[in-house]
């Protein structure tokens, strides 16, 4: 296959959603169309590799929660699919953050009940101001729920978003009859059992046609022509170029834990979302189909396997191939470094590849060279633009608890840290370490990492910070900054990037600083400039 035809064929795609509102049942039941599992219940027991239920899934498992993207991978009618799942829990949100930098698209999941949640909002703010194409589903139609178009006036409401209805719900919850897809034109029965149903749609080009009646009773026909008649009056028509531009949100309605809908969105699916696109670096805008390649890292993952306890960097190839064993340009270490197993993921295996696509993701193995936004290229001088830093919200000084273990506690605190999972700040004044992270949940993930991991043992103390912000002079040399840094030197740390953050202790004493000192400026993210 020609190297154009291997990217037209690539959809690289992200599933965001508040917990519960089921994502990883939607992602199951995609993997079962693409024949990539044959069971339901394989995706949150083993997300990555059969048989390698790492102790820090294990957290995840106990918890419930998605603690780790995940990449799956599989074929659907010729089209190369590949999956990045997003943690839904907001003290993750970060990790989400950062995988969305390398999806193309993105399916939002929606509880019919919930309706707009606020990781939904979070989450699609970051789409909306990347201009990402979204597609929506609406889930858990088969219960009781809010009236749909009181559902599609909230969603442009709260996520100010343009929808364009692809499908229509026919009765909900215990009166749920199917759903009408006004994309095919055609109506699929439900029945409650997930194992039929493809069978069962039924080819419906005209609605005033009487079979309609004969299917869904008089009452429910008449009801579904006045609803779409109605969805047609009052939503635009679907437009490709208009849902690319991330300006129009086409949304379907289902029930993902009955498989029902899920085709219908799909199908859909790998017929609009669009084929990996160009992405901007520093530099300059680059293409897929440009020979040379390059890709960033997005993220780490350690242990993975717990027989072998070494890392994964996950690339997004974004132009050329990547091939195995070919010298690449590490660009921050200006190094050309060679890989001899690049893994790429499927949704029971990952397998090393000798060539891989635009779109396609691949799992380096890492010993601590990599950090989130690293490029890699043929050769030439590329950064791809990531999402920075932010300021985290709960601050912990970090102590070492078992000082015989104290180069394990360092190499461990250093490399958990290049993964993105806390940001680290060392204070001026006596050089002690501070965690900071977005999430309370993170400090355990990283107590229970550093033991099982490293062998360290860390203990925690609390410590007094509102917000970290990364100080920004006017001028080195002018006496205001040299008295702030004098008269703060207290609350004064370097972040890993030797950048200078002030730890501020409330909102009151950050607005005081910011009036006494009019020439310094206060970034709430790490990437100011
Ligand atoms: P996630 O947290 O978004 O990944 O959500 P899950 O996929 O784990 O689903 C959360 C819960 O909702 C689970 O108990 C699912 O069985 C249930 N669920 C998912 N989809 C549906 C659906 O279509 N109908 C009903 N009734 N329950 C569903």
């Excluded at 996520?159 to 009408?180: A, D, N, Q, R, T």
């Excluded at 669009?274 to 040379?292: A, F, G, L, Y």
Aim: charged letters at 30%; one cysteine or more.
């Amino acid at each position: 296959m020609s190297f154009q035809k291997e990217i037209n064929r690539r959809r690289t795609f992200g599933i965001i959603s508040h917990p519960d509102a089921g994502k990883t049942t939607l992602t199951e039941k995609l993997l079962l169309f693409g024949g990539a599992i044959q069971e339901a219940g394989a995706v949150k027991s083993n997300k990555i590799k059969k048989g390698a239920t790492s102790d820090f899934m294990e957290i995840e498992r106990q918890r419930g929660i998605s603690v780790a993207t995940s990449v799956l991978a599989f074929e659907y009618n010729g089209i190369k699919i590949n999956i990045l799942d997003t943690p839904g829990h907001k003290d993750f949100a970060e990790d989400t953050y950062r995988t969305l930098t390398a999806v193309d698209s993105v399916i939002v999941v929606i509880d019919v009940a919930k309706g707009v949640e606020e990781q939904t909002e979070k989450l699609v703010e970051v789409c909306r101001m990347r201009n990402i194409p979204m597609q929506i589903f609406i889930n858990k139609m088969d219960r009781e729920g809010k009236d749909a178009f009181e559902l599609l006036d909230e969603i442009e409401q709260k996520l100010h978003l343009k929808v364009c209805p692809l499908s229509f719900p026919i009765g909900m919850g215990y009166e749920f009859k199917g759903i009408y897809n006004i994309w095919e034109k055609n109506i699929n029965l439900f029945s409650g059992d997930s194992r039929k149903n493809i069978e069962d749609t039924i080819k419906i080009d005209d609605l005033s046609d009487n079979k309609l009646d004969g299917l869904i009773g008089e009452k429910a026909a008449k009801e579904l022509r006045e609803e779409v008649e109605l969805v047609e009056g009052i939503y635009p028509q679907f437009d490709r170029e208009s849902y690319l531009n991330g300006d129009l949100q086409p949304v379907f309605f289902g029930s993902a834990l009955n498989n029902f809908g899920v085709r219908e969105l799909l199908d859909c699916f790998i017929e609009i979302a669009p084929k990996p696109r160009p992405k901007q670096s520093e530099e300059r805008i680059v293409k897929p189909d440009e020979n040379d390649f390059s890709g960033f890292v997005f993220k780490i993952h350690a242990n993975m396997d717990p027989n072998h306890r070494n890392r994964l960097a996950f690339i997004k190839i974004v132009s050329g191939t990547f091939k195995r064993n070919a010298p690449y340009l590490h660009v921050r270490h200006n190094k050309k470094v060679k890989f001899s197993s690049p893994n790429a993921f499927f949704a029971e295996k990952k397998e090393i590849v000798d060539i891989s696509y635009p779109g396609d993701i691949v799992g380096l193995q890492d010993t601590g060279t990599f950090k989130i936004g690293d490029t890699l290229t043929e050769g030439e001088v590329l950064n791809y633009k990531g999402i920075p830093s932010f300021s985290p919200e709960h601050f912990r000084y970090i102590n070492n608890a078992d000082p015989l273990k104290s180069k394990q506690l360092y190499k461990g605190i250093d490399q958990l840290m290049d993964e993105g999972v806390a940001q680290l700040f060392t204070l001026e004044l006596n050089g002690r370490k501070v965690i900071g992270t977005v999430g309370a949940l993170q400090f355990e993930v990283i107590q229970y990492r550093l033991e099982h991991e490293y062998g360290a043992k860390c203990s925690y103390e609390n410590l007094n910070v509102y917000k970290a912000c990364w100080v920004e002079p006017t001028d080195r040399k002018n006496s205001e900054y040299k008295e702030f840094l004098q008269v703060k030197q207290r609350y004064l740390a370097k972040d890993k990037q030797n950048q200078l953050v002030f730890l501020a202790d409330s909102q009151f004493s950050l607005q005081m600083t910011q009036q006494k000192y009019p020439s310094i400026k206060f970034h709430f993210i790490s990437e100011y400039k």
